[in-house]
């Protein structure tokens, strides 16, 4: 149980082109999923928590017009990267919480987008 | 908000040697203490976890320490294997699922054959 799975695994589009990841939990309702970003050889970074029925919360740094974000059903989030640019290429992860309690954070596969 | 030190960026340690990675923390109402595995171009996978009820936590090769007062935790994992070689981040939040966890930098573990 507890699976989170996302889609695609990888991407690649041209610069100035959008793109969308979906995440979803498979066998568990999610309210809330967050959204995480890693570039190479760093730490994942939160980029915004996304909330089933209202707007996401970004965090300080993170354009909400170009990460747009949609939780319009309890298992399933979007993450549309907008007018994605060479700097956006990177490995998006999103996780859900889930278990007993909501005691852990479940993982997505990620995401590699290469903008060129 | 959190914020996370993570120590040594990397670590080499002969098989069969143990190895042990420290993580410092900010917030005082952080309470749950995760540590993952990532291997390269995957989702980061849970190995354990410890709440600021418990002070030690091991799980066969590996244990986490956590010492609230001077606001650390610590991943130790005995007898290491090449299969350990991955990078390890630990983490923080105030609430073990419905808040985000802040990561600490990763640690590269490379264990020699």
């Known amino acids: 149980g507890a699976v989170v799975s996302q889609h695609p695994s990888w991407v690649i589009c041209k610069s100035g082109t959008s793109v969308k990841i979906e995440c979803r939990s498979l066998d568990f309702q999610a309210t809330t999923m967050f959204w995480y970003r890693q570039f190479p050889k760093q730490s994942l970074m939160l980029m915004a928590t996304s909330n089933e029925g209202s707007k996401a919360t970004y965090e300080q740094g993170v354009e909400k017009d170009k990460f747009l974000i949609n939780h319009a059903s309890l298992t399933l989030s979007t993450l549309t990267v907008t007018s994605a640019h060479p700097e956006d290429s990177s490995f998006y992860i999103c996780?859900?919480?889930?278990?007993?309690?909501?005691?852990?954070?479940?993982f997505g596969p990620g995401t590699r987008l290469t903008v060129t | 908000g959190e914020n996370v030190e993570q120590h040594p960026s990397t670590l080499s340690v002969q098989e069969g040697d143990s190895a042990v990675i420290k993580c410092t923390y900010s917030?005082?109402?952080?309470?749950?203490f995760p540590w993952y595995k990532q291997e390269l171009g995957k989702r980061p996978q849970l190995i354990i976890d410890i709440r600021s009820n418990v002070g030690e936590k091991k799980d066969q090769r590996i244990a986490v320490t956590l010492n609230k007062t001077a606001k650390h935790f610590s991943l130790h994992i005995t007898e290491t294997q090449p299969e350990d070689s991955a990078v390890y981040f630990c983490?923080?939040?105030?609430?073990?699922?419905?808040?985000?966890?802040?990561f600490g930098k990763g640690t590269r573990l490379s264990v020699i054959a």
């Open positions: 996780s859900a919480p889930g278990g007993q309690g909501f005691n852990e954070q479940y």
């Open positions: 917030d005082s109402a952080s309470n749950y």
């Open positions: 983490a923080a939040s105030r609430d073990s699922g419905n808040t985000p966890l802040v």
